[in-house]
């Protein structure tokens, strides 16, 4: 099969000078009226701040529209794609050629398997199986995860018969968090592969998909990342809902007009993609940033930067936008959404030190930049706002009349309120034009019909269209808050996610978590209400999310009963899903759900792995060998295990039951002494655990007893 023609220099200067020029032309108009406005009522160093700020912010903004123009123009035909073209073909695959990894940290080990074994029968069903080998590389740093993740692996293992196919390894640290765990499977196992195609814990990608990266890989021989643009899957919530409804509407044109400018030197978002792993293995390694966290330090936001780094070697990455079969979940609440920001955020920031790295690209510079800018926008546009604010107390304090200059613009006579309307509304049509462009471009391709029909569709980019302007402002100050504490050294913790599938709405949270932009909201339309009526009802929008966010927080994470889903914001995935998405649901839902007693719920992990002789055996199995311990060592675990069986999980600390689960000795003995010694030798808890796990009696080995 012939590759796709690469493009040349010159075509990817004519793209970015035609997409810059937009650009610069839906900007500069907006930038002159503001900048007359200032001038006209006096100039002066706060309104210079002003100006500056308004000015970056409008080029953000748009940019963004400037995209979605280009990327409708696209999909209407016009101009040669030069993509990585998605069609099918016949090529066989080169046999054991890819590894499909993924990295899982403290996960809900039910859902990462399901997913991984959707993927895996997917494969099958496609006649593509033996092509590929599977790893699941577990950080996991909760006993009762870590032990639920080996038992799980083991049953599909047994139940699919994959035991030459479907590996696991848990590290016994987790050094520098994702990014290190892939390359420390690079370094043991990445000699032995071609590509390695990543996923998340949430990840689900059909078979033929996955099929059809590697054809693109083979017919791309100098491509080194494959990047597919997931769509949002397995929301319950509202706000899930709402989070995948406005990615699958938006998202196609959105990244067509991405695609056009970006072309090989795209940018790598982590996960559902594939990677050519000798180039990945030679150029990747991420370098440590001086300083602390939270700037210096690890990389935390490494998939930006191996792009960077593959594209300064010379080698391509794409965006495969038009390609199907390809799903991740999100989180399925406004807080939980904002936790995982912050780390992003952090990561992002970091950035910052390679904007002036030797050797990269400046395509691959412009990514790190609008990375990092898709966070400080929102600082800058708080500080755009708070500055309009003082400038209109600066005005009433002085009780004086403006005596307006004449125009920068030589005979301009339009009225100030006529110029800051036009400025208004000049902002929302940048805004929303890139809304009606995709419902336009859905109504050319007839595809309404798709999201269940005009009926559903319309109100539902209404909805979705209100429900942005609300959660906007509280982004907002999220994100303002966290930049000030990665300002002022305020590192974060690498926490688990919570996906879309079920939300709880937790009060104590919501009102501790939002109280602050609350009272921001009402103090800030207090103010605005003192100074000028006008300008309050033009604040209006910003400050309403705010004020509201506690109910709007508690009420977007509302979980409906199952089968209950609203018929507004769905998706063409939830009405007409594929058969891989048909299988997950499946698989979760025959899922037992038992929770373990509430008495042993803590410790069940730790309980299971030294009691049940099917788990204790794969525990075992799965640790790696050590040189025998010096004495202190042996003295040591010695020690834990007596306190263990005498006390109970409750007087071992985390680290030290981490320690002896790490610790292949002290499991065999663990195991043998509990089912050996008298009862009266062993602490209460662990006689009640004899007797519980007697009396629910074990389960066959291909499954833990939950």
């Keep these: 099969m012939k590759p796709t023609v690469q493009p040349s220099a010159g075509c990817k200067l004519r793209r970015r000078l035609l997409v810059g020029t937009l650009a610069a032309l839906l900007t500069l108009p907006a930038i002159a009226l503001m900048a007359d406005l200032h001038w006209r009522t006096g100039p002066d160093a706060w309104k210079a701040a002003h100006l500056a700020l308004f000015s970056v912010l409008s080029a953000l903004v748009a940019f963004g529209c400037t995209q979605a123009l280009v990327g409708f123009a696209l999909r209407r035909g016009r101009g040669a794609p030069l993509r990585i073209d998605p069609a099918e073909t016949d090529e066989a695959l080169p046999p054991g050629a890819t590894a499909i990894v993924m990295p899982v940290y403290n996960e809900e080990a039910g859902r990462v398997f399901a997913g991984l ?6 494969l099958r ?77 949430d990840s689900l990608m059909a078979g ?84 602390r966290e939270p700037f210096g330090g690890r990389i935390l936001s490494h998939d930006y930067v191996e792009a960077a780094l593959l594209v300064r070697a010379g080698w391509g990455v794409w965006l495969a936008a038009e390609l199907e079969g390809s799903y991740e979940e999100c989180p399925a609440t406004l807080i939980d959404f904002a936790k995982r920001d912050r780390r992003w955020l952090q990561g992002n920031l970091q950035h910052c030190w390679l904007l002036a790295a030797q050797g990269l690209h400046p395509t691959s510079r412009l990514h790190l930049l609008l990375g990092i800018l898709a966070y400080a926008a929102s600082p800058l546009w708080l500080l755009f706002l708070l500055l309009s604010t003082l400038l209109l107390y600066r005005q009433q304090a002085t009780g004086l009349t403006f005596i307006a200059r004449d ?118 339309g207090a103010v605005a209400v003192a100074l000028d009526p006008v300008f309050f009802l033009w604040l209006l929008p910003v400050l309403l999310g705010p004020v509201l966010s506690i109910p709007l927080s508690i009420l977007s994470a509302a ?22 998405a048909q299988r997950l649901e499946a698989l979760v839902a025959g899922q037992e759900v038992g929770e373990p007693p509430r008495e042993f719920a803590a410790d069940y992990g730790l309980l299971q792995a030294v009691l049940d002789p099917y788990v204790n055996a794969v525990h075992v199995s799965l ?47 663990l195991h043998r002494d509990l089912w050996s010694r008298p009862g009266w030798q062993l602490g209460d808890w662990w006689r009640q655990a004899l007797r519980q796990y007697n009396y629910l009696a074990p389960a066959p080995p291909t499954a833990l007893h939950r």
Aim: proline share 6%.
């Design 623 to 669: 640790l790696r060998e050590k040189a025998l311990p010096a004495d202190a060592d042996r003295d040591r675990f010695t020690a834990l295990r007596e306190r263990l069986i005498v006390a109970g999980p409750a007087a071992l600390s985390q680290r030290d039951k981490l320690a002896l689960l790490s610790d292949a000795q002290s499991m065999i003995r």
């Design 559 to 580: 979980s409906p009963a199952a089968g209950a889903l609203p018929p507004l914001l769905a998706t063409p995935e939830e009405l007409r899903p594929l058969p891989v």
């Design 125 to 201: 069903d496609a006649d593509q199986l033996g092509a590929f080998h599977f790893y699941v590389l577990s950080d996991s740093t909760q006993p009762n995860r870590w032990v639920d993740e080996e038992a799980a692996w083991a049953a599909l293992v047994r139940e699919l018969g994959a035991a030459d196919r479907l590996f696991y390894r848990r590290r016994r640290l987790n050094t520098n968090k994702k990014a290190g765990n892939l390359a420390d499977f690079c370094r043991r196992w990445g000699g032995a592969y071609r590509y390695m195609v990543v996923l998340d814990a």
């Design 208 to 291: 033929t998909t996955i099929a059809q990266l590697v054809r693109l890989m083979e017919r791309h021989p100098r491509a080194g990342i494959i990047q597919t643009a997931p769509r949002l899957v397995r929301g319950r919530t509202p706000f899930a809902r709402w989070q995948q409804f406005a990615s699958r509407l938006y998202g196609p044109v959105f990244q067509a007009g991405l695609h056009y400018w970006q072309l090989d030197e795209s940018n790598y978002w982590g996960h559902n993609a594939i990677l050519r792993l000798a180039p990945f293995i030679e150029h990747c390694s991420l370098p440590e940033l001086p300083g």
């Design 407 to 524: 125009s920068l613009w030589g005979g301009w006579q339009v009225g100030f309120q006529a110029q800051a309307g036009a400025l208004l509304a000049g902002t929302f049509t940048l805004l929303f034009l890139p809304k009606v462009l995709a419902l336009l471009d859905l109504a050319l391709r007839r595809g309404g019909e798709a999201f269940g029909g005009w009926r559903r569709l319309l109100p539902g980019a209404a909805l979705e269209t209100v429900a942005s302007a609300l959660l906007a402002p509280i982004l907002m100050l999220f994100h303002s808050k966290f930049i000030l504490w990665t300002l002022l050294g305020r590192g974060v913790a690498w926490v688990t996610q919570h996906r879309g599938g079920d939300g709880a709405p937790d009060w104590r949270e919501a009102i501790l978590t939002h109280a602050g932009h609350t009272a921001t909201g009402l103090t800030w």
């Design 117 to 122: 074994r959707a993927i895996y029968e997917s």
